[in-house]
């Protein structure tokens, strides 16, 4: 069978980390986003990005994507700069990461087989019988078995989710970023997506990375949560020493209200038709 062809990229050390950001200064404008951010995310681990409204989540994941160029500080991806490698190695090192967006961003006028195949179109010169049996066991990874010939449009919020997690690893990614995953989707759906994120970790190894608002997933989710604001990173550290925090402004995060409802599915339709919060 067909391989997918490595990337022309010499493969790191495994012990290096997955990814690090040192000293990392933006600004949009005049105005300073990210304020001397230095992180590192080990191999394997799931961190979990949160912060307040502008705190630079969304700015800080343009970078480690390659999105964004820096006003000052590096960005190393599985040992590479990647404002300092050449476009083809870039998109080498691209091929190596996976991106599930938060609206799910499947074409409508695709069936969610080809959705997923897209990658492999792009990126390889697979057989289409290699690449419909990729799509078709990636679609099993996500719990969507069989959905490969339906369209997006007959799919559920939740199985948009899914289908997009699937186009994201097809490629066997080394490193999965998720942006909001649970958006949108109501508490059973969301959960359920908390516990695919620690399932394609647990089953592939891969580094994965997530930007939430939603403290309930992740304090599920994170082997580490780091928590951003005003541009810089206020702690970097598990799950229980960030509910530990004495950090003012961390227990301010923690205190507020998640905007997930509660999990509890009865309590959960309670709530909806008695149309209150
Ligand atoms: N393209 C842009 N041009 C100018 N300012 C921007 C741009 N994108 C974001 N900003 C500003 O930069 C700050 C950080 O934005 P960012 O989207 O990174 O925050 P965030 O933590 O992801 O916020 P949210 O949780 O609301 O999505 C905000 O004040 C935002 O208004």
Redesign the pocket.
Known sequence: MAQIPPPALPTPAPDLPAIEVRDLVTY??K?K?LDGVTLSVRTGEVLVIM??????????LKHLLGLLRPAAGQVRMLGHDINAISARQLNALRQRIGVAFQSGALFSSLSVGENIMLPLREHTDLAESTMRIMARMKLEVVDLAGAEDLMPAELSGGMIKRAAFARAIVMDPRILFCDEPSAGLDPVTSASIDDLIAHLRDATGMTVIV?T?ELESAFKIADRICV?DHGRILEIDTVEAIRRSANPRIQDLLGRRTERPATDPDDYLRRLTEGGR
């Open positions: 949009y404008g105005r986003i912060g307040g409204s502008g705190s630079g989540k969304t700015t800080l930007v608002h951003l």
